[in-house]
């Protein structure tokens, strides 16, 4: 049996599991798992130092998940932009498509709670119909890829679903997003890479959360990745306790790079139930981003964004104050570390080039750079 299957079939599902390694109160983890699944294989387990540290959240159940009151079952209303079962078709080039329920772990703040592990979410009904789906509607161009986590797939049923989608002609990428590099690593083999690189392009996004994910083995599985030439992205969300902190944000993006993966998303958490306890402040987001922008390459840098609830899509949300004043002859912008400067719009070059500008009651003087002088 390879490494992976095995690791997955030796995961820790139940309270007693979970007790014989941590000491954790067997009632709370037993009741939160007869409504969300625990999934924790000895991999993950191993990056556990301690019950409460940031690995340890994200994994291991908590009663906040079943007495949670705020939040809802699909916040993003994923369900209502579903024309067939498991595809969410939201933006006109792209769709989502769910292809597995399985997934290394089960994140205790997953945003389709609702769905993963629960097996009968996807069938072989399910694939053929959103495949049918995507062959019908020509303006799909991009296909991502989702579940569930579709590298728990066997090989065999990977490369059936790539294969199936490389036939469409108006399909020009497909997105693999997962949580396998980082919380199974084992599972990426020379076998998976060698198949996935006959249906290019294809690009992978990986769920990274903390820089104790980075290890010697998720290394390994993404050099294997961008070896077989696929773009590797990450993709993070903001939580309570594991993350919310920009120096612990920084060293993440900053290790991802160091194993080429490109930071493309730090997420808002969604309004999901049972993952309240989660959720931090936008404002923490924004200064977390604030100590990203400048401060190290820009590579490091993500976009911020909050997926709409209801919807709406993800939106970047950006610091405010990078744009201080702006009209038809002049920008006054402030950089990272706080000092103003001016940009003159292009304009007739026979207009004097020095310029009041008034905003907010504060009089700033600005030097043009063009012009007479
Ligand atoms: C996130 C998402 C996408 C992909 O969005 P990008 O910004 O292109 O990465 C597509 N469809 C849905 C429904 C999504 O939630
Ligand atoms: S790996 Fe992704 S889909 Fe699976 S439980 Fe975690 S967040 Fe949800």
Redesign the pocket.
Known sequence: MEEWKRLLRESITTAEGLAGYLDVDQDEIRDTVRRYPMRINPYFLGLIREKGDPIGLQVIPDREEIEDRVCIEDPLNEEGDSPVPNIVHRYPDRVLFLVATQ?????R?????RK?GTPRFVTSSTIQTGIDYIKGNSGIRDVIL????PLLLVDNEIERILEALRRIPHIEIIRIGT?VPS?LPQRITKGLCNIIKRYHPVYINI?FNHPDEITEESKSACEMLSDAGIPLGSQTVLLKGVNDDPDIIKRLMQRLLAIRVRPYYIYQADLTLGTNHFRTDVGTGIRIMKNLMGFTSGLAVPHYVIDAPGGGGKIAILPDDNLVYIDNKIVIMRNYTDKTYSYPQAIDLNEPCVQNVSRQGEEIRVQGTGGRG
Do not use: L, Q
Request: aromatic residues 12%; glycine residues 12%.
């Open positions: 997934c290394p772990v089960y994140c703040f997953c945003t389709r709670k993963v989702s579940g569930g986590d949580r919380a769920h």
